[in-house]
């Protein structure tokens, strides 16, 4: 797909207190969001953008670099810039719903091919983590889960097998919500969370099943879930494509005088935060 730009010189305002830069950037995030410019599309270069529009290189690196920090377009070198394909946001803190009800309010689709779903011994690490002792009954669920038909994330779960009985005979495959099932079958809703994410990279494995590159960025997200009663009830560690995943993040500040920084004394607030 060929980009036409040339519409813009006419409406690029020179001689008003909104820089270039600026200007050009929201044209083409203007664009980008609205879906004229769909993922993938290569924009036209540097020189190209400077010639057609009569503005200078440095104008156009910096919307192009700004496009760049939020996310819009995809610079790689000595090939040019595309747009973006857009990132599948999660809720990390606040969002418990799972992954597959959080595709849902953006009307993506979730699909999961199991890999492997068993009962096992315990190890000591989940054991830990569900707060069992080493060798006691857990499910053991491995999927790869696909929004949208394209691999998203590696994600291996464990439950008690107390909890959850006759989870390891479910056909879990397909667009089901693991977390759904749990809520509405089991009753046993996910109410609060405890979540690590790290940066890795993807090794020979972890790139065949998710498509992607050996060493390609991944975002390790490691969590325990709790329900009613503070009783851990899920621990999984997922791989999400570093290239596809962004996380959310909900913070409040306090509320009323209370606050702790309240009786902090300014000259020392700024080495707590």
């Not at 999660?90 to 699909?111: K, T």
């Not at 394209?150 to 977390?179: C, F, I, N, W």
Request: glycine share 8%.
């Amino acid at each position: 797909m060929s980009i036409h730009i040339d519409n813009l010189r006419a409406v690029l305002d020179r001689s008003g207190p909104v820089p270039l830069y600026y200007q050009l950037k929201q044209w083409l995030a203007n664009r980008i969001l609205s879906g004229e410019f769909p993922p993938g599309t290569q924009l036209p270069d540097e020189l190209d953008i400077c010639e057609r529009l009569g503005i200078s290189r440095g104008v156009v690196r910096q919307a192009l670099t700004e496009l760049s920090y939020e996310g819009l377009v995809n610079r790689q070198r000595g090939r040019g810039t595309f747009v973006s394909t857009p990132k599948t946001a999660e809720g990390l803190i606040s969002g418990l719903r799972g992954l597959a009800d959080d595709a849902a309010l953006r009307r993506q689709v979730v699909d999961s091919r199991v890999l492997l779903l068993h009962e096992t011994p315990a190890s000591e690490s989940v054991a830990k983590q569900l707060n069992l002792k080493r060798g006691e009954p857990v499910v053991e669920l491995e999927r790869v889960r696909s929004v949208d038909r394209e691999p998203h994330v590696l994600v291996v779960t464990y439950l008690p097998v107390v909890l959850v009985p006759g989870l390891a005979s479910r056909d879990l495959e397909g667009p089901r919500s693991l977390y759904r099932i749990l809520r509405e079958e089991y009753e046993l809703p996910i109410v609060s969370c405890t979540r690590r994410v790290e940066a890795t990279v993807a090794g020979a494995r972890e790139a065949r099943l998710l498509g992607i590159k050996r060493r390609a960025p991944l975002l390790a997200l490691r969590s325990t879930g709790y329900t009613t009663g503070n009783r851990p009830l899920d621990y999984f560690f997922a791989l999400h494509r570093g290239d596809r995943t962004a996380f959310e993040v909900e913070l409040s500040g306090p509320v009323g005088p209370a606050s702790r920084f309240a009786q902090v004394p300014a000259s020392t607030l700024g080495a707590l935060l």
